[in-house]
């Protein structure tokens, strides 16, 4: 299980112009009151550079008109950015909260940094040590400043502690970063906090996930993110997300719906093809413990060099066309 590197998003945005429900609740009720956010319409930032953004703009100048409309699809919606981990995050995350807090929006974004990432696999990097993660994340939420923001903290970080993919002497040192990092974010007075869970077809029994997420500051942060970067199905992620919730006491949680339009591919996990953008983001979610469908993963970016994509984090216009070309609706 891999997630990307991003730093092509994080050249794009450099390039900028500038609680509980009670169980009588509506579900519009409970959707106006979600993680602050209010209901109806997408209250996320849209980035008006974003590959797709400059694809469609391209493609229409080409003259492939019906190609730009598709991708558009993608273009007009909002993403996630994902700060390189390689770079000082601080300008790519000045330059999206400024034009957010102009618009009167919420910026979303990724913290994708943790020592020993991935497990050396397709997205493999982080931070040298734990201090050098320290000082990235710290930048990282200096930047945020006093805008709306949204922060999914550390894909995979958790779920590979549970399967064991990250060695064990590095779990101590792995949890104890990620409730410093949840505090630290935190004390930016508009921001919010979703550590990554992993996905429903990772680690299936959830109760395995209930002690690690503890351990590496849940209590602290607003809920916890599932599905990043994969293709389970909005409705068997929310069951599953569910069940997570209840035995973390009521958490909230945010749902990655960018590519699960067709749910998954048995046995492909990078770069599947006949796969659909699925549900556009917003708070709207008619369960009162899902905040928000997000699109964490930036669709049309790849996965990683296989099914004849490029390289992890690549933006690969013919994959992200055929996601929109089988979008529903």
């Given at each position: 299980m891999t997630r990307l590197i991003h730093a092509l998003a994080a050249l794009a945005v450099l390039g900028l112009a500038a609680g509980c429900s009670?169980?009588?609740d509506t579900a519009s009720d409970v959707d106006a009151r979600?993680?602050?956010?209010?209901?109806?319409t997408s209250p996320?930032?849209?980035d008006p550079e974003s590959p797709a953004a400059r694809q469609a703009r391209l493609w229409q100048r080409q003259g492939r008109g019906q190609d730009?409309?598709?991708?558009?699809r993608i273009a007009d919606q909002p993403v996630a950015l994902w700060p390189a981990g390689e770079i000082d995050p601080a300008p790519m995350v000045k330059a999206a909260a400024s034009a957010a807090i102009r618009e009167g929006k919420t910026a979303v974004f990724v913290a994708y940094n943790i020592p020993h990432r991935d497990c050396g696999q397709h997205s493999a990097g982080g931070a040298a040590d734990a201090d050098a993660y320290r000082e990235w994340i710290g930048k990282f939420a200096d930047a945020l400043g006093e805008a709306e923001a949204l922060v999914v903290l550390e894909p995979d970080a958790v779920a590979h502690v549970v399967d064991g993919c990250t060695?064990?002497?590095?779990?101590a040192e792995r949890e104890q970063l990620l409730g410093e990092a949840i505090a630290r974010l935190k004390r930016q007075p508009n921001t919010k906090v979703y550590l990554d869970a992993g996905?429903?077809?990772?680690?299936?029994?959830?109760?395995?996930l209930v002690e690690p997420l503890k351990r590496a500051g849940i209590e602290q942060a607003d809920g916890f993110a599932l599905n990043v970067s994969n293709f389970q199905t909005t409705e068997v992620t929310t069951?599953?997300?569910?069940?997570?919730?209840?035995?973390?006491?009521?958490k909230h949680f945010v749902v990655d719906t960018s590519r699960n339009g067709n749910g998954p591919l048995p046995g492909v996990w990078c770069n599947p093809p006949g796969r659909a953008l699925?549900?556009?983001?917003?708070?709207?979610?008619?369960?009162p413990v899902v905040d928000a469908f997000l699109w964490v993963k930036r669709p049309g970016e790849s996965d990683g060099t296989c099914e004849g994509g490029p390289a992890a984090g690549r933006w690969w216009p013919e994959y992200a066309l055929e996601l929109a070309r089988n979008a529903k609706g």
């Open positions: 009670s169980g009588t979600k993680a602050g956010f209010a209901a109806g996320f930032w849209v730009a409309e598709l991708i558009r060695p064990g002497e590095y779990h996905n429903a077809d990772w680690i299936r029994e959830s109760a395995k069951t599953y997300g569910v069940r997570l919730a209840e035995a973390l006491g009521g699925g549900t556009p983001p917003t708070t709207g979610t008619g369960e």
